[in-house]
DNA sequence: GCGGCGGATGAATCTCACT
DNA sequence: CAGTGAGATTCATCCGCCG
């Protein structure tokens, strides 16, 4: 027997042994949570509908349709209904879910704050809000509002009493403490991960990526444990369940989705044990605007840029754009405007004056590069 | 009088002129917003009390104290009187609203999904979420949850109708020509910025930095706005509505907080005019018909268009009007109907052959456009 | 085999002035 | 106030094709 077997504590389930299978209950939420024993679970990871309340359609700027959420099952009548519904299915949820269970519910700016509403009215009790930030989102395609670049996750304990989950050491070792933060990088699912049927399309329309999902159970349960999702979609939660050692019982009402996870749980296969520690966090080279520069003082609005011959001048404006003559625009525009080029890389053509003499603005960029360092995982 | 001036719109002020003097009101925020006038703030930001479970200090709207029972404390009595709390100030600000006016509001999960439901309900119409990212946030010490490293702003306009302030293409230039996302990554209020009292102990517990007020500002209002801040703190709002040329009530019930503001008000000086010019939107560009382009000889009657590829070639008639094959029409509808789309924008769309090579008629646009600018400096 | 290029796509509350 | 039509609008990533 492993040494890491021997680390497995007390109560909990040696591994390969006796971890109940995974299973897709095919059914309504709320009826099916009922059928199960009270007390049961210990982690529930719920990701209803959002309530989207789309109307018309969507370009993209080359004309092609964007395939939007317009599912039946995202639609309701009012923030009344949704709210009732929001609170049929987190009080089912509660009355299954072990007095030190804890639960996570994902959401967006449409439905995320009734639903933390409510939580708290319920007498869930609020750990911590986790933003999911995606890199790759989709942009606002119509330049009217910011890319809606993140989801908002809410972990609460089913009572401020709870003695929840929290492998803090484990979380903590191996990553630099940097997925200790409550905001969390990670890429929309894609590419090979994402279920497609036999016509190549999507099989459902917001599949979240198994990372995401991973960090939740890792973070927030031990081997063994029974997870809960009420709204299993395309299964997710119980694959990655299935890969980390839980236990996953997972309720999808519609009959395609259930059918296709039960595919994808088939094809899963358990960890080894000393696979599960493992959770790669993406680094990437911080971008840093030019604005930015502005916000944090390091030049001011009104400053003068030139380049680093002194034959042109700009100033720059408060929004982070620059001047040149009657034209306006940003640094790297503007750079090719004053040369004539096609393009130019704005933050090593102009230059500002220093007690120390011509500095390109390149060097501010780098004063905030280095406090960014290690935050983008 | 400069170009900028004249493309600025007639119901903004003059730069340097007429921007009525920023302002701390000592007073309870409700009774004070219920003295101003209806419909005459473009921007409201509000910073309001967050955790009132652990600082057990609620007040009602009439200055009450909300009765904290301490061996029976009732977690119920606490939210709904919270939400009274919210209903109340967010109605106040409503009125005050001008009908194109959006709001924004900061909090932490202790407090943000019941005004985010809030909201909603009272018929604000959410425009975005948006994560303030904390470079330096506190450290969990306890090591039972992730470090809280994000607040929560929502931004929202009066109503889903509203024709918002946004100033897209401003931010997109001060930001490497991207969309600026959801998630802004910004200091937290450290170091000289950080208001001291005389014992050198900080002024007010929760003092936001200014890049963030800065960024709110120069995103969603325009020069002069009126922008009204209820919960002003360490006047923040204030300070920075000066700077970049917006007029700001702020509003804050504690004598000592008020006061510390005006000090800090009084030594803000704002910024010069080539700073704070806004960058027009192309939307707001004056108008220019496809005739006049031919009208002035920028391109001949019978000049062949073709897209960036060569695929397609139409031809330029004397009125202004296009063929394509046997049809006639604009070149808008031309466009589309080579591209067998719903619309295009046959400025971008249509080329014409020059000595440098293919050009886009917007080119031509361009030129007269700059020739309007001209006329009217 | 590899690199470049074109096409596809992701939980989206996505125009506005004028008649 | 509803209808109309000009015209403004995208980032990261993956996949497949072609040279």
Request: glycine fraction near 8%; aromatic fraction near 8%; include cysteine.
């Amino acid at each position: 027997m492993s040494s890491s077997v021997m680390r497995t504590q007390a109560h909990h389930i040696v591994p390969g042994m006796d971890i109940p299978e995974s299973r897709i209950i095919q059914g309504d939420c709320i009826a099916e949570m009922e059928k199960l024993p009270a007390g049961s679970v210990d982690l529930v990871f719920a990701d209803p509908p959002y309530n989207l309340q789309l109307q018309g359609t969507l370009h993209r700027p080359d004309h092609s349709l964007v395939d939007a959420v317009d599912d039946e099952w995202d639609q309701f009548a009012s923030f009344d209904a949704y709210d009732n519904f929001t609170r049929a299915w987190l009080l089912a949820a509660r009355r299954v879910m072990k007095p030190n269970a804890s639960l996570w519910v994902i959401g967006s700016y449409h439905n995320i704050f009734r639903v933390g509403a409510i939580l708290q009215d319920l007498g869930f009790w609020i750990l911590n809000d986790v933003v999911w930030r995606k890199n790759n989102p989709m942009p606002n395609f119509r330049g009217r509002r910011f890319t809606n670049a993140h989801e908002t996750m809410i972990w609460a304990a089913r009572s401020a009493e709870a003695k929840y989950t929290f492998n803090y050491e484990a979380m903590k070792a191996g990553n630099e403490d940097l997925q200790l933060r409550s905001d969390w990088l990670l890429p929309i699912c894609t590419g090979g991960e994402r279920l497609k049927g036999k016509d190549g399309r999507k099989v459902h329309p917001t599949q979240k990526p198994e990372a995401l999902i991973a960090r939740v159970l890792m973070a927030s349960s031990k081997r063994g444990d029974v997870v809960l999702d009420p709204f299993s979609g395309s299964g997710t939660t119980a694959a990655v369940s299935k890969r980390f050692g839980r236990s996953c019982v997972a309720i999808e009402r519609d009959l395609e989705y259930a059918a296709a996870s039960r595919d994808r749980l088939a094809g899963v296969e358990t960890l080894p044990d000393e696979a599960l520690a493992e959770l790669p966090a993406k680094r990437e080279a911080p971008r840093v605007a030019f604005s930015t520069v502005i916000e944090r003082g390091l030049i001011a609005p009104g400053a003068v840029l030139t380049d680093s011959k002194r034959r042109v001048e700009a100033s720059v404006r408060a929004d982070g754009t620059v001047a040149f003559g009657r034209a306006i625009g940003s640094i790297h525009k503007m750079g090719a405007l004053a040369q004539e080029a096609e393009a130019c890389n704005g933050w090593t053509y102009w230059h500002v004056e220093t007690a120390k003499g011509l500095a390109p603005i390149d060097s501010f960029r780098a004063v905030i590069r280095e406090e960014m360092a290690g935050l983008s995982a």
